[in-house]
């Protein structure tokens, strides 16, 4: 099996995705650092994997880690061993770790935040009203940064002053250009800002998920300190970054489509429709990482090897044409059926996924309502991927307003 290297630059994410298609449903790749892992890149194999019960989250079962070939400053450890929560286990403890972050992401729960969802966005888009014409501005970081921050925030009872240091620690945590000796430092620091913020929940509760993690632990559901901390980590991480990529490829891609994008704008094609094609053709979460294999797994013609690391390539079957036919690498909002599996599947799926389908779908209308003549600033080719090998994530995007 030959060996694909995943670019540490992302300077061709669908080429590469492409690549790892090719190679068939699992492919074997080497993460930057050097780490040998293996990918699953075509839809049917990846549903079948993401509910086996002998692929697990337990990092112990990865032979490499076992044989202490994982650095401890390896700038993907915080995303190969993010400490306990309800990422990195299975079984009983997932359930438990899991189910009051699940009650409280609930679709109808969710639906409640809509009004607050629908203000902040009305505000942001108040702000670029009063720029001046015809002035080129950066929409992700003016727009689609702001609303799944502020949102994920207030669910679980974040100070806004805590913004900016947070952007700053996950800039770094992401991304694979971290240099090796920042990375311990960049680790314990997002844990004592987040050890800071449970402390602060615990002397003065809120209305939010934190402190009800908090106080679900003092009325016997056992949760540590330690698995409170990570739980509120991994949401505030998952909960903003998934949602900004969303945000700006669903732009990117109705910028680039100008014939499906007249089709959403006059009322012909719902912009449910436009969130579920994004989601897929070029979707938020290029990787995920990490699972491990108990014993030997079977995956089409070829076996992950008892004690190997496994990552999902969502980017990869994303576009696979046994799912989505001969037209899987075309964007089409008028795609039915369009059952993706961009927010994971089985025990792990993602919890918010109903929160960033909302802010999308509040967002992205209301923007395209107040600028219609919305344009990039430069030519999409000239679009600069971030090198974070995890996320489908740009630098900026240059938009005139119109």
């Known amino acids: 099996m030959t060996r694909i290297a995943l670019d540490p630059f992302v300077t ?15 492919a074997e790749v080497e993460l930057p650092g050097g780490v040998h892992c293996y990918a699953v890149t075509h839809h049917a194999e990846a549903r079948q994997l993401l509910t086996d019960s002998r692929v697990v989250k337990d990092i112990n079962v990865w032979s490499a880690w076992q044989r202490g070939e994982i650095p401890m400053d390896w700038p993907l450890i915080g995303l190969a061993n993010p400490g306990r929560s309800m990422l990195t286990v299975d079984g009983a403890d997932h359930r438990r770790l899991r189910t009051l972050v699940a009650q409280a992401l609930t679709v109808k729960r969710v639906e409640r935040l809509r009004a607050g969802i629908e203000a902040l966005t009305t505000a942001s888009l108040d702000r670029l009203s009063a720029l001046p014409r015809g002035e080129q501005i950066d929409l992700k970081a003016e727009f689609a940064y702001p609303l799944p921050m502020n949102v994920i925030s207030e669910l679980m009872g974040v100070d806004a002053a805590d913004h900016p240091r947070l952007k700053e620690l996950f800039e770094k945590f992401f991304s694979t250009q971290t240099p090796p000796e920042e990375v311990p430092q960049m680790m314990a ?44 980590q991994l949401i505030i991480a998952a909960g903003h970054e998934t949602t900004i990529s969303l945000i700006v490829n669903a732009v990117v891609a109705l910028q680039t489509h100008p014939e499906q994008r007249k089709q959403v704008l006059g009322g012909e094609v719902p912009w449910e429709n436009v969130i579920e094609e994004t989601l897929r053709w070029n979707t938020p979460t290029s990787h995920v990482l990490i699972r491990f294999a108990t014993e030997d797994v079977e995956v089409g013609d070829k076996v992950l090897p008892k004690g190997e690391a496994l990552i999902v390539s969502f980017g990869a079957l994303g576009r696979d044409e046994a799912q989505y036919g001969p037209t899987a690498g075309d964007f089409d909002v008028t795609r039915s059926p369009n059952r993706h599996i961009a927010f994971g599947h089985g025990p792990h799926v993602c919890p918010g996924a109903a929160l960033s389908r909302l802010e999308a779908g509040v967002a992205l209308p209301a923007l395209y309502e107040r600028f219609p003549d919305l344009e990039l600033a430069v030519p999409a080719s000239e679009l600069r991927n971030k090198p974070i090998v995890t996320q489908n994530d740009l630098y900026d995007l240059p938009v005139e307003l119109g």
């Open 12 to 26: 061709d994410l669908d080429g590469e995705s492409a690549r790892l298609r090719a190679a068939g449903p699992l």
């Open 189 to 232: 620091d997002l844990g004592a800002l987040f050890t800071k913020i449970v402390d602060a929940k615990r002397e003065s509760p809120g209305d939010d998920l934190t402190s009800a993690l908090i106080a679900a632990s003092e009325d016997g559901d056992h949760l540590t300190d330690e698995e409170i901390v990570n739980t509120l």
